[in-house]
């Protein structure tokens, strides 16, 4: 299941205050790292997502602990369950399933040629270079990208320019399209999205996490 806070640039520092409580050690380590507020912001509110779908969909409601793949990829200690999160300009989204799983997202912006030429292949820049909505093509196809290369567990450290949508696991990837942002998710067994709120991101059957 998919799970989605927008409007985080509503969010502000006494925010962060109440979200801190309700994070892991290790989460409030690295956030308190973190120059930017909105950096600070984004990350509080994804480990949020992720306890309140864990709760909504396990009954677990201890803080999660994080063991690291080879290239960074996160994984739920003790628990078999699988996770992604992702974030862009103005929200945050959280997968959860049984299956490995992944998502990203990206917000409408103004693409330079230079990201196409590194990032997309042949046919790919072909395509780009006669749509009529080059950017918004661009970002269909980088959360595209993204997702498989977080898929995979291998991040950042792939070269994106051989992640096409011919591949297999591409193929099955679900695309979500709002007026601010793109998003694409590896199929899981309910992809239904739940949209929440900073009140239920900070309170559980009334009562805190």
Known sequence: ????????????????????????????KKIS?????????????????LRYALKNEYNITAIPEFTFGEYGKPFLKNYNIHFNISHCKNAVVCAVSDKNVAVDIMDYRKIHNGVIKRVCSDIEKTILNTSQNKDKDFIKLWVMKECYSKLVGKGLSMDFSKITADLPECKNFKYIETDSYILACSEISDNKIIKLNTKQILKINGESL
């Open 1 to 28: 299941m998919i799970y989605i806070f927008e409007n985080t640039k509503d969010l502000n520092e006494n925010f962060i205050e109440q979200a801190f409580p309700l994070l892991s050690r290790e989460r409030q």
């Open 33 to 49: 790292y973190y120059k930017i507020l909105s950096d600070k912001i984004d990350g509080c509110v994804g480990f949020l997502l």
